[in-house]
């Protein structure tokens, strides 16, 4: 049982658009920043969004991240078939003494 | 560029220590911006946050593996160790050190680690 609470699962087609739910409480999204990881098959988490809604670089702009009170949102637009992998939302929680705390992930499947 | 590897057996037996060492290279550990950590997770499951390390000694656990945990760090190797005791099959999986900046920006290619007789 996660911390934070994602849909197991989204699909859309490509070109369309998705979005990925994060939810949390006061102890860890509402008072922390929230980064966004993607995992491809096989590879280790990449990061694609931190402080909720800053990309690195190299990360395109079809991939987007919101806060609002205990909740976090990626979105991600134009979807391609290898944006097809699974994504994870992490934050601090107060009550763990700096450690992290991640969402359960969400595969996403692209038709 | 910034790389991390971590090594160690593949295979451990129930009840043992599990021991791992991530090796970082085209950086320092000892850069005091960073600290560095070790996540798992499962086949077929999530991600679980494991510990995390300043290059001073200062660690931070996940309460529920505290007990079982410890980290270190050498700083004239550059590398960073997770060894886990009294290990079940429920620690059976893929192994990733990482950097954080806070947030994690550099991680492993990860190590799969069995606990099987």
């Known amino acids: 049982q996660s911390v934070l609470t994602q849909p197991p699962s989204v699909s859309a087609a490509p070109g369309q658009k998705v979005t990925i739910s994060c939810s949390g409480s006061t102890s860890n999204i509402g008072n922390n920043y929230v980064s966004w990881y993607q995992q491809l098959p096989g590879t280790a988490p990449k990061l694609l969004i931190y402080e909720n809604n800053r990309r690195p670089s190299g990360i395109p702009d079809r991939f987007s991240g919101s806060k609002s009170g205990t909740s976090a949102t990626l979105g991600i637009t134009g979807l391609q078939t290898g944006d097809e992998a699974d994504y994870y939302c992490v934050t601090w929680d107060t009550s763990l003494s700096a450690g992290r705390v991640f969402g359960g992930g969400t595969r996403l499947t692209v038709l | 560029q910034l790389q991390l590897q971590e090594s160690g057996p593949g295979l451990v037996k129930p009840s043992e220590t599990l021991s791992l060492t991530c090796t970082v290279s085209?950086?320092?550990?000892?850069?005091?911006?960073?600290?560095w950590g070790w996540i798992r997770q499962p086949p077929g499951k999530g991600l679980e946050w494991i510990a995390s390390i300043y290059y001073s000694g200062s660690t931070h656990y996940n309460p529920s593996l505290k007990s079982r945990v410890t980290m270190s760090v050498d700083t004239s190797k550059n590398q960073f160790s997770l060894n886990v005791n009294s290990v079940t099959p429920a620690d059976t999986a893929v192994y990733y050190c990482?950097?954080?900046?806070?947030?994690?920006?550099?991680w492993g290619q990860g190590t799969l680690v069995t606990v099987s007789s």
């Open positions: 990482a950097r954080l900046t806070p947030v994690l920006d550099y």
């Open positions: 085209g950086g320092s550990i000892s850069n005091t911006i960073y600290y």
